[in-house]
């Protein structure tokens, strides 16, 4: 059994081909040269529409499912497109309910932005008012602008670029330190 912290992988895409997949399907593949076990969360299409009447100690069992794969990761990291100036109304649901749970509190969270130069700023400043709301903490030298033009992704939907898929072991690497330090015991 692997003792390499766990960092989830969350998509705010629900398309198959969409270009923030091909950033944690790299991400995934890349995980291991930096001694980090990555693991893609996949059940964003079945969450449930977000009802604080729902939200309780039994949620509904897809949100059950969410909080669960929060809880086990060490550190999260996001990749979502913009629409419409913000969030993706799936993932922002998806966020919703965390905020429920104690799950994500404090846990380590970095996102990679993947849209073209001059966009994605408002799902970024969106997900950073989200995040404080539900007390996970942003690592900020983890976080990414990577511009993602389809010429360099192979036929298996993968990054091919050197250095892009270099810049996304740096930031899972800078993730999985910072979840580390989160969970060495205090010696003060």
Not at 51 to 71: H, Q
Not at 72 to 78: E, M, T, Y
């Amino acid at each position: 059994m692997s003792t390499a912290p766990v960092i989830l992988l969350m998509s705010g895409s629900l398309r198959a081909a969409s270009t923030n997949e091909a950033v944690l399907r790299t991400a995934h593949a890349v995980a291991p040269s930096v001694g980090v076990r990555a693991v893609r969360y996949e059940g964003l299409a079945d969450l449930p529409h977000f009802n604080p009447d729902d939200d309780t100690d039994r949620p509904p069992g897809p949100v059950a499912a969410l909080r669960a794969a929060v809880d086990r990761a060490a550190g999260i990291l996001i990749c979502t497109p913009e629409y419409a100036g913000t969030l993706p109304g799936s993932f922002k649901n998806l966020l919703d309910w965390t905020v429920g749970g104690t799950e994500i509190g404090g846990k380590p969270v970095a996102w990679v932005n993947a849209a073209a130069p001059g966009r994605g700023q408002g799902a970024e400043a969106t997900l950073r008012t989200v995040l404080g709301y539900t007390g996970a903490r942003v690592v900020e030298p983890a976080c990414l602008r990577l511009p993602v033009d389809r010429g360099i992704l192979a036929e298996d939907g993968l990054i091919t670029d050197p250095e892009a898929r270099r810049r996304l072991g740096e930031t899972l690497r800078l993730l999985s330190a910072s979840a580390e330090r989160r969970s060495a015991p205090d010696r003060t």
